[in-house]
Nanobody, 123 residues
């Protein structure tokens, strides 16, 4: 079992920045997890924002949805079992509840989810 706790959401003006953090606990193989940030705006479906995936050794791949590429950066600290999402140049359309999720091998899907943190961007 993996527990995920997000933090760092809040209210920010358009053009501003926020940093979300997700702390994972429950297992000792965090370095092998694929970690993702998702978001869900009111009345809309949940969508993938960014992922960090273990390749081998100390190599990780990051991938981003087109609507955040160049503005958001996902990073992880395996020593602390955390994954962060740095969000810059925020837009009102980035307003949503942001969720951290974990996919643990050998499973392919995201089996573990945090409770979510609200991000509100005012115009």
């Amino acid at each position: 079992q993996v527990q995920l706790v997000e933090s760092g959401g809040g209210l920010v003006q358009a053009g501003g920045s926020l940093r979300l953090s997700c702390a994972a606990s429950g297992r000792n193989t965090f370095r092998e997890y694929t970690m993702g940030w998702f978001r869900q705006a009111l009345g809309k479906e949940r969508e993938l924002v960014a992922t960090t995936r273990w390749n081998r050794g100390n190599t990780y791949y990051a991938d981003y949805a087109g609507f955040v590429r160049g503005r958001f950066t996902i990073s992880r600290n395996n020593a602390k079992n955390t994954v962060d999402l740095q969000m810059n140049s925020l837009k009102p359309e980035d307003t949503a509840v942001y969720y951290c999720a974990a996919s643990t091998p050998p499973s392919a899907g995201y089996a573990y989810w945090g409770q979510g943190t609200q991000v509100t961007v005012s115009s």
